[in-house]
């Protein structure tokens, strides 16, 4: 069956290291995006890319970056995490132009920065 | 931008039915989305309203006024496992999400 995974599940690391999330989904679909949820602020979207090599900025994007090489991943970075980025993110992905078609989200990541 | 406004908490009776208001205001609406989310999990998708009007699926129902930039959702004939957060998103070629209903059903 088609999915939607991301890795890690849960990760620790120290202020200033780099981060990367991983998200790969097998439907083929054009569209993925990045959120991050903090309790009293719902989803707030970080990037997203329309497909291969487009990439654009969502409501919060300071401090992350994506590239999209290919259809399947859409990795997430942190250049030098911050205790403010202490949250979970969850990948989504859709299939279509735009925003018009719904979202399957991935189980997320819980991170934290110490 | 957008403005998204839902209730935070709201509690309700198992068999009973209950309304999720969303308010919004933007500066472009494709439509509007509502997911279903239980705690520690992923949120799923539940409807999308692009027309004017009410869209029942099941149990659950949803409605959009674009002139009003309201929507509600319609929970009906309230099960245990309908406890969960309830997101409204508007789809200006992306999402933008509100903070969520939170909602507690009782036994």
């Known amino acids: 069956d088609a999915e939607i995974t991301q890795s890690p599940r849960h990760k620790i690391t120290e202020t200033g290291r780099q981060v990367t999330l991983a998200c790969h989904q097998t439907w083929n679909h054009n569209n993925m995006f990045w959120y991050r949820q903090d309790l009293g602020h719902g989803l707030r979207l970080i990037h997203y890319?329309?497909?291969?090599?487009?990439?654009n900025k969502g409501e919060v994007s300071d401090g992350y970056s994506v590239s999209r090489s290919n259809t399947e991943d859409l990795p997430l970075t942190l250049e030098s995490a911050a205790s403010s980025q202490t949250s979970v993110y969850f990948c989504a992905s859709s299939v279509g132009q735009g925003g018009s078609y719904e979202q399957y989200f991935g189980p997320g990541t819980r991170l934290t920065v110490t | 931008g957008q403005n998204i406004d839902q209730p935070t908490e709201m509690t309700a009776t198992e068999g009973a039915i209950v309304q999720i208001n969303c308010t919004y205001q933007t500066s472009g609406f494709n439509g509007l989305f509502w997911y279903q989310q239980h705690a520690g999990e992923a949120p799923t998708f539940l409807s999308y309203?692009?027309?004017?009007g009410l869209e029942e699926k099941g149990r659950f129902s949803s409605f959009l006024s674009r002139s009003k930039g309201y929507s509600y959702l319609l929970l009906k004939e309230l099960q245990m496992k309908d406890s969960a957060s309830y997101l409204c998103?508007?789809?200006?070629?992306?999402?933008?999400f509100g903070a969520g209903t939170t909602v507690t059903v009782r036994a």
């Open positions: 998103a508007i789809n200006d070629y992306k999402l933008s």
């Open positions: 890319s329309y497909g291969v090599q487009d990439t």
């Open positions: 309203n692009v027309l004017d």
